[in-house]
Structures are given as C-alpha cells and as structure tokens.
C-alpha cells in the first residue's frame, strides 16, 4: 500500500484522465450516465486505484483499466435488463424505465404491447411425454425443478425462485446446467 502522500500525488496527476475518461461514457451513454454522476465514479475509482499502484511507469495505463472498469460497471448495474428495438426508442428511450410504467396518452403499459408467449411451442407442448420426464428424473433434483417450472411451466426465473425458496440467479445456473445436461443426453 502506498503512503498518503504519494497516493495524493498520484490522485492530483491523474484527476484530468478520470475526468476525460467520465466525459467519453457521459457522451457514449447518454441516456444512462448524468455527467455528474460519471465523473463521481471516475474519481471514487481513481482514489481507490491510487492507491493500489506499484510501478508509477505502468500507472496510467493501470488508472485507465481501472476507470474504465468501474464505469462500465456502474452503467451495467443500472442500465435496462431488456433492450428495446431501435425502432421503439424513439417512442421509450433506452432510460431507467420500467416496462410496467404507463403508456404515454394512457391505454395501458409497454408490457401490454408484448405478444403473450405460444403456449404450444418448445417443450412445453412435451409436457407429458415418458422420455423427457425419464431424462429429468436422471437430473439432480435442483436442476430437474429448474426446468420444470422455467422451461414447461413457463415461470419467469423470479417465480421460479419463489417457488424453491432460493434466488433467481440460482435458479438460473441450475437451468443452465441442466439444459447442458439434457443436451448431452440426447447426443449420447
């Protein structure tokens, strides 16, 4: 760890790549990142990485991964988890919005505007065929009630996570691992 003095040094050295760095996401992301909120997290992260520096040679190539990191983490971590096509974006940009808000003019909520899944596509017409349940019988139990209830019930990874009291990120490895399993399966 470096004393404060030269960690200080380093800070005030650096301070115009932070800001320049910040400046380039605020005009990338516009809809995303408020100028003022990109150079906070460029500077946090310049004072943070300051201080874990060893070679003042490779430091601005270091600070620089650094920033960047940090605000591509930041951007990823409060940015919109669906996307939506370029053509609806003029009517919603692509903001911190929910798709549960309402409609401009009324009428409903952009989720409304979703054309409700085929009930009858993928497995889940399968529902009561012996070799698929034989093949998720052969599953751990966590994984084979992952596909159940996400792949032929057709739950969101949320109610699916509800439902086995755990959360939706694990839900999701065990969907993931058991579709890789089933997939083998069916090659061998």
């Not at 996401?25 to 906070?40: H, I, K, M, T, V």
């Not at 309402?102 to 505007?113: A, E, I, K």
Request: aromatic share 4%; with cysteine.
């Amino acid at each position: 760890m470096r004393p404060h003095s030269d960690r200080d040094s380093l800070v005030h050295q650096f301070l115009s790549l932070a800001d320049a760095l910040a400046r380039q996401f605020s005009r990338r992301y516009p809809d995303l990142l408020e100028p003022g909120d990109a150079q906070g997290v460029a500077r946090l992260e310049l004072v943070r990485a300051c201080s874990r520096v060893t070679d003042p040679l490779t430091a601005p190539a270091y600070l620089k991964r650094c920033i960047h990191g940090a605000l591509a983490h930041w951007i990823r971590d409060r940015a919109l988890l669906v996307r939506l096509p370029k053509s609806a974006r003029s009517e919603a940009p692509w903001k911190h919005q929910s798709l549960d808000l309402p409609l401009p003019g009324g009428g409903g909520s952009w989720l409304d505007l979703l054309p409700a899944p085929d009930q009858t596509s993928g497995l889940e017409a399968e529902v009561g065929d012996p070799g698929l349940e034989a093949m998720l019988d052969q599953l751990p139990a966590s994984q084979a009630a992952a596909i159940r209830l996400t792949v032929l019930q057709g739950l969101s990874l949320r109610d699916a996570a509800k439902q086995l009291g755990l959360s939706a990120m694990s839900v999701q490895r065990a969907q993931k691992k058991a579709l890789e399993a089933l997939r083998q399966q069916v090659s061998a």
